[in-house]
């Protein structure tokens, strides 16, 4: 069992009177399967809706498209995974751990629209959402110190 499910697992094993209704949207977030990211450019597409476990590059390999807003540690990890929209619209992002999230969209990075944390004892670090146009999206991370999260991206609400 890799590493994340096993600390979710335990997490949400120590304080279930004290956890919080996961969202219908994001009720998958167990059940990741792993995905290598991209150090660049050329990342490999997930589903929306679907849970995935990303294994991340060492920042130093890391050729990023847009500049982070936030400098990342020398020892931290990141890297790129896409997605598609088929309509405008929000999407939300929940990821596992503390890094910066960058939606990049044409080129660009797009502000995020809304942020906050996950349910407690859900295993989700934080949530953050966006506003965007149809197509292919990337999701940019950095600043993380582990080398893998979880993540999913779900229709907004």
């Not at 009720?27 to 990211?37: E, F, I």
């Not at 498209?65 to 405008?88: E, I, M, N, Y």
């Not at 751990?97 to 990075?109: F, N, Q, Y």
């Not at 797009?110 to 149809?134: N, Q, T, W, Y």
């Amino acid at each position: 069992m890799p590493m994340l499910a096993a600390l979710l697992m335990l997490q949400t094993a120590a304080c279930p009177a004290g956890a919080e209704p996961v969202p219908a949207a994001l009720s998958a977030w167990g059940q990741g399967a792993p995905v290598s990211a991209a150090a660049d450019a050329n990342a490999p597409t997930i589903a929306i809706g679907t849970p995935v476990e990303v294994a991340l590059h060492p920042a130093a390999h890391l050729k990023l498209p847009a500049p982070p807003q936030k400098a990342a540690a020398a020892d931290s990890h990141g890297g790129l995974v896409a997605f598609d929209t088929a309509r405008a619209g929000k999407v939300r992002v929940a990821l596992s751990a503390p890094a910066w999230i960058e939606l990049v969209s044409g080129g660009k990075a797009v502000a995020s629209i809304g942020h906050g944390h996950g349910p407690r004892c859900s295993g989700m670090r934080k949530i953050v959402d966006f506003e965007l146009p149809a197509g292919r999206h990337l999701i940019q991370l950095s600043g993380s110190p582990d080398a893998s999260v979880r993540l999913m991206v779900v229709p907004g609400a």
